[in-house]
């Protein structure tokens, strides 16, 4: 980063500059098609090693109040062991089964999310583990999903702000 970076964590200030700025992040999401996929990947993955320690998730835990998570037979599996309930018993209680097989869990907040902490965190389902994804390869594949998420967790919407600033992209925020 060019300069000391203070986040913002407030979630409704993060909400509200996400309604502001709908157009200049589709405008972003179009300009960041012009680089080098590597290039951004690094970019992005540098910006996420930065920013994530300072935001805890815990104060925080927006995600498991307002994401849908999916999971697969193994992972459903191993959190009904976990909880010592039979699969057909742990699936009536928290899941929801589309027709292709995906399943999902059937409510928002998570279950399993209590004082902002993931009860079950030890058999989290692998999308809990990898949310937000910043530091996977590809960035340039999630931007719609990055940005369906910018608003609502506060390390998206900083690194993606970091990230404006980083790659001189006009109508990004002033340095603070």
């Keep these: 980063m060019k300069t000391p970076f203070e986040p913002q ?17 589709d405008r972003f999401s179009a300009f960041l098609k012009e680089y080098n996929d590597e290039a951004i990947d690094a970019k992005v993955q540098e910006l996420d090693a930065l920013i994530s320690p300072t935001i805890s998730c815990t104060d925080c835990g927006n995600c498991c109040k307002s994401l ?12 009904s062991t976990h909880l010592k309930m039979d699969r057909p018993s742990f699936d ?14 059937n409510q ?22 990898e949310f937000p994804a910043l530091h996977l390869p590809h960035f340039k594949r999630r931007v719609f999903t ?4 910018y608003d609502r967790c506060p390390i998206i919407f900083n690194v993606v702000e970091q990230l404006k600033i980083e790659m001189n992209f006009e109508g990004s925020l002033p340095n603070q």
């Design 9 to 25: 964590t407030d979630l409704k200030a993060i909400s509200d500059f996400a309604n502001q700025h709908q157009a200049e992040n």
């Design 68 to 79: 849908m998570v999916c999971l697969n037979e193994e992972e459903a599996n191993n959190l």
């Design 92 to 105: 009536q209680q928290y899941l929801e089964k589309g027709s292709n097989g995906m399943m999902i869990m």
């Design 108 to 129: 928002m907040p998570c279950h399993f999310l209590q004082d902002n902490k993931c009860t079950v965190y030890e058999y989290r389902f692998e999308g809990c583990k």
């Design 146 to 149: 990055t940005f369906m998420h």
